[in-house]
């Protein structure tokens, strides 16, 4: 179903600073591209967040009935440490200091990131191409960037001439930086390097004789520079100009900077008509980083098994946490907010279980399909998926008002709720349907009803002090019976 013939999405474009109608190249059909993990080390939770955002845009454009082909890299080679243009490659570092082949650092740190990301149900990007798998595409583009004169080599090396571009476009519109200032902060150089201008960066970098990921080139044996393998495995998959580019805010300057400046040089054309930025997450309201300790993989999380946070959380709650904020937003991952995330997960997913027991009637009293509307509607408002979740709790509070018989529904309305709930929670949100899901929710449930049944038992043997003091003790943790002429309920509060 063509669905986006019928919704206008919006989109902040982080070029314009402004929402905008998305409108793409060819009708029916998105191209995205996503700055994939440079695969040196395990995936850390910034990270996930980022790709979390994606996917839930790249599930919601799939689910709008656009036909979208997800790009997103494995960078594994020609990333220096610190993102400059000297120093060692993340990748050759770690198999230096592992005594292991970079390959092998690629592989291992390839599977774990996948690993990550399916146990967190992302769907697959419908190419994951790798910057060594595309050196001739990067040697090409170099080719083609000297040839109209934006880049120079020197001694092996070949360097972006930042100065030279800037005479006929602008370096720094999409970071709002202005290249007169960018001079004015730059220490001049001490002579020891081959740029021209402090401001220059490396499109192709020589292989020192001790540097084991190296090819041939025109200029002698080397490696791709960073920046040059998105532009040239994104315009590869996706042509010269594509819908949308994402990725973390971080990368905005330089990386992404040096995409547009890259593309115009060697094509004449601007890449991208939306870039799309998301932004980072802290810890306990510190920004997340090895060097101070404040920093927790997603396996801890996951598994409990770390000392920031009281318990373990399933896939679903940290997927509905990220999800409780705007992917433009700084969010703050707490223990308290995965609780909070987690009970009303939970409450979402209780809700929707009465479903398939509510009675019906002849006429409804409430409007489905406006409700329905407002969902779109918040996703269509630059994917508002904060706005999208308070809607789906206004869903949830409609079934508990049918059951308890304060509101009414017919057939036809019921089922278009809920097949609503089910398309935003389970398909666009991603969170894992009960069935898939071996969570806390899950023990949860099992564990409550247990104490229910010896409720029940304690009231039949006239013991009510005992069967007082189940429902006291439930109260305490947050869960509150219920009873009712069909039996015994239960909520999380």
């Known amino acids: 179903m063509q669905l986006y013939k019928n919704q206008e999405l919006k989109i902040y474009n982080s070029l314009t600073g402004e929402?905008?109608?998305?409108?793409?190249?060819?009708?029916?059909?998105?191209?995205?591209?996503?700055?994939?993990?440079?695969?040196?080390?395990?995936?850390?939770?910034?990270?996930?967040?980022?790709f979390m955002s994606f996917d839930v845009i790249f599930r919601y454009l799939k689910h709008l009935g656009y036909k979208v082909r997800y790009v997103?890299?494995?960078?594994?080679?020609?990333?220096?440490?610190?993102?400059?243009?000297?120093?060692e490659d993340k990748i050759t570092k770690k198999a230096r200091l592992e005594q292991i082949e970079p390959m092998e650092v690629v592989q291992r740190y390839t599977v774990d990131f996948h690993n990550v990301l399916s146990i967190l149900n992302f769907l697959p990007p419908s190419i994951e191409p790798t910057a060594t798998g595309h050196i001739i595409e990067q040697i090409e583009l170099v080719k083609a960037i000297i040839d109209n004169g934006f880049a120079y080599e020197?001694?092996?090396?070949?360097?972006?001439?930042?100065?030279?571009?800037?005479?006929?476009?602008?370096?720094?519109?999409?970071?709002?930086?202005?290249?007169e200032d960018l001079i004015h902060n730059t220490r001049t150089l001490d002579g020891q390097s081959d740029k021209k201008n402090p401001q220059d960066f490396a499109l192709w970098k020589k292989a020192e004789p001790q540097h084991i990921m190296r090819w041939p080139s025109p200029w002698g044996d080397g490696f791709p520079g960073w920046h040059l393998e998105c532009t040239a495995m994104s315009t590869k998959y996706l042509g010269e100009t594509f819908d949308i580019h994402g990725g973390g805010m971080d990368l905005k300057f330089p990386h992404h900077e040096c995409e547009i400046a890259q593309n115009e040089a060697a094509l004449?054309?601007?890449?991208?008509?939306?870039?799309?930025?998301?932004?980072?997450?802290?810890?306990?309201?510190?920004?997340?980083?090895?060097s101070t300790g404040n920093t927790i993989t997603p396996h801890e999380l996951l598994s409990g098994d770390n000392d920031k946070m009281s318990k373990a959380y399933s896939p679903s709650v940290i997927r509905f946490f990220m999800?409780?904020?705007?992917?433009?937003?700084?969010?703050?991952?707490?223990?308290?907010?995965?609780?909070?995330?987690?009970?009303?997960?939970?409450?979402?997913?209780?809700?929707?279980?009465?479903?398939?027991?509510?009675?019906?009637?002849?006429?409804?009293?409430?409007?489905?399909?406006?409700?329905l509307q407002k969902c779109y509607d918040a996703m269509n408002d630059d994917f508002n998926t904060p706005i999208l979740i308070a809607n789906l709790f206004e869903g949830a509070k409609y079934i508990n008002q049918i059951k308890e018989?304060?509101?009414?529904?017919?057939?036809?309305?019921?089922?278009?709720?809920?097949?609503s709930l089910n398309t935003f929670v389970f398909d666009v949100l991603g969170l894992l349907k009960e069935s898939e899901s071996q969570s806390d929710s899950d023990k949860l449930s099992g564990a409550v009803e247990i104490l229910i049944k010896?409720?029940?038992?304690?009231?039949?043997?006239?013991?009510?002090?005992?069967?007082?003091?189940?429902?006291?003790?439930?109260?305490?943790?947050g869960i509150q019976l219920k009873d009712g002429k069909d039996g015994t309920t239960y909520s999380v509060n």
């Open 405 to 419: 018989g304060s509101e009414t529904l017919t057939a036809e309305d019921l089922e278009l709720l809920k097949n």
């Open 72 to 87: 997103r890299n494995i960078t594994d080679a020609g990333h220096l440490e610190n993102d400059a243009d000297v120093g």
């Open 323 to 371: 999800a409780q904020s705007s992917y433009r937003s700084v969010l703050d991952l707490t223990d308290d907010g995965l609780k909070a995330s987690e009970k009303g997960y939970n409450r979402l997913v209780e809700a929707m279980a009465l479903m398939s027991n509510l009675k019906t009637s002849d006429t409804s009293s409430i409007n489905i399909s406006e409700w």
């Open 454 to 477: 010896l409720r029940q038992e304690a009231r039949a043997n006239k013991d009510f002090a005992l069967s007082d003091k189940i429902r006291d003790e439930l109260v305490k943790v």
């Open 154 to 179: 020197v001694n092996g090396s070949v360097y972006f001439d930042v100065h030279k571009f800037n005479e006929t476009s602008i370096y720094g519109k999409l970071s709002k930086r202005v290249l």
């Open 268 to 290: 004449g054309k601007s890449p991208v008509n939306y870039w799309m930025h998301a932004n980072m997450l802290e810890m306990n309201g510190q920004r997340m980083a090895k």
């Open 19 to 50: 929402k905008e109608i998305f409108k793409p190249i060819n009708d029916g059909h998105v191209g995205m591209y996503v700055c994939g993990p440079t695969v040196y080390s395990n995936v850390h939770l910034g990270n996930v967040r980022t």
